[in-house]
């Protein structure tokens, strides 16, 4: 049973008075007008619903007040960090209780242990920055790392750039605290490295999107400070070219980070930045190591050499730590520089690293075929891939053309062996393509957990399942 049919999301005649009561002053909000704002996260949800109240919540205690509250009368709670989300995981639901969780700010970094105890409405970027006052490094950086905050990184399990090297969010997650559907708070993990005591609980809360509890405190693994990088920038007449070079470096080598963008995300980061971009470049690399010394520039020469056995037009290096962050800024303005161009879907399919030739060249076939503008930015060294589909939402045809190529990007990705999101989350967006995915033994068995922890179907109504 789906939560439609349960019944949640309903507002019928819910009386908010005691989970108004129960909370400090200021935390509910239901003026409609002051609420809008917390109806959609990034992905701009046309469904998205007006909630009964958004609840900021302030502390654990809090949310637990919200649950039982929930529970109690079969409401769906929605969690909203930053709002930054690009799948509608975040989205209201009509008669839902959204818990804000902006207020939970408190961070507390151990350098002894190279942890931080933090909560989820810090953003990546603040997370970074107390790490760095230690001379420590908390890696993983979504694009989005200045906006988007901790706690909607663990949701989605969000990667970055860094992560061809590094990993993703849940590779620095230890532990959390989750608040389940009927309130009660759990405390799973802790400052270990090594802890296999019990079933993997931690792991299974990260990625969950809401659906299975809230998240209210989170303790990461933080590294030491990130060695300064060395640089490279290789543009390609072909995509065949650029992309089978992603292969080459992949198969020996393992940069800080690779980094993939096509002529149409070339051409809207330079009308934007007027930086020298090569416009008439197909595609263009840019690929960083961090090795001690000597060898970031060894690795980088070695990266070199494998692009022009790919027939680059142009390689250019550099050690200055200027230069060099100005092409990853370049590359992270890749979605703002599009934004300009029209509205945008936004993709995350990912698939193994050799078969990244063929989705980028299956991509450019289905943009023909449909008719619209699919541009395509990668974490290549790790076959992450985000075609972003720009369209017109008044040209009723190019919309429909458009969500047409969306979905056969992602049929694509499957037939590819790999997967329809590889880290910004199913949400709502493409909750429609999970069974083909999983397959039904897989998803039947994600649905007896989700119905095991929320049986009442109140996280997070109508995303993922």
């Known amino acids: 049973m789906d939560e439609a049919s349960r019944g949640v999301g309903t507002t019928g005649s819910v009386d908010l008075t005691p989970l108004v009561d129960a909370l400090p ?6 003026d409609p007008d002051s609420m809008d704002a917390y109806r959609w996260d990034r992905a701009n949800d046309p469904l998205a619903g007006v909630p009964l109240a958004v609840v900021r919540a302030t502390c654990t205690a809090d949310v637990q007040a919200v649950m039982r509250f929930a529970t109690a009368h079969r409401v769906g709670v929605v969690t909203r960090g930053a709002g930054s989300g690009l ?33 989820p409405g810090l953003l990546n970027a603040e997370v970074k920055a107390a790490a760095a006052e230690h001379g420590l490094w908390y890696p993983p950086d979504p694009s989005s790392y200045e906006f988007c905050s901790i706690g909607g990184n663990v949701a989605t399990n969000a990667g970055g750039l860094c992560c061809v090297k590094y990993g993703v969010t849940g590779d620095y997650v230890l532990g959390l605290t989750v608040v389940l559907a009927d309130g009660t708070a759990v405390e799973l993990g802790g400052p270990r490295i090594k802890d296999v005591a019990g079933l993997s609980l931690t792991k299974l809360f990260v990625g969950s999107e809401g659906t299975l509890g809230v998240i209210t405190r989170i303790v990461l693994r933080l590294l030491p400070a990130q060695r300064p990088r060395a640089t490279l920038v290789a543009t390609f007449a072909s995509l065949d070219d650029a992309t089978g070079a992603v292969v080459a470096v992949t198969r020996g080598l393992r940069p800080s980070m690779l980094e993939f963008m096509d002529r149409t995300s070339i051409n809207a980061v330079e009308d934007l930045t007027r930086m020298g971009l090569d416009r008439d470049a197909e595609a263009m690399l840019v690929i960083q190591s961090d090795e001690a010394g000597a060898h970031a520039a060894q690795e980088i020469a070695h990266i070199g050499e494998f692009c022009r056995a790919s027939h680059a037009v142009e390689v250019f290096t550099t050690d200055d730590p200027q230069t060099g962050e100005a092409f990853t800024v370049a590359r992270r303005m890749a979605i703002p520089a ?8 936004l993709e995350d399919v990912g698939v193994p690293v050799p078969a990244l030739g063929a989705l980028v060249r299956g991509i450019e076939a289905i943009s023909r075929a449909r008719d619209v503008l699919i541009a395509v930015i990668a974490h ?16 009723a045809g190019q919309a429909a053309r458009a969500q047409r190529a969306y979905g056969e990007v992602m049929d694509l990705a499957i037939a590819l062996g790999g997967t329809i999101t590889g880290e910004h989350g199913v949400g709502r967006l493409k909750k429609a393509w999970l069974p083909d995915y999983l397959g039904p033994d897989a998803l039947e068995l994600n649905r007896r957990i989700k119905d095991c922890l929320d049986p009442a179907g109140i996280l997070n109504p109508g995303a993922v399942f």
């Open 87 to 119: 799948s509608g995981g975040a989205s209201a639901v009509a008669g839902c209780l959204v818990v804000s969780t902006e207020r939970m700010r408190a961070i507390t970094v151990d350098p002894s242990s190279r942890t931080a105890v933090v909560e």
């Open 338 to 345: 599009l934004e300009k161009k029209g509205s945008l879907l």
């Open 25 to 30: 002053a200021d935390c509910v909000i239901t």
């Open 380 to 395: 290549a060294g790790d076959g992450n891939t985000h075609p972003l589909i720009v369209f017109d939402p008044m040209d």
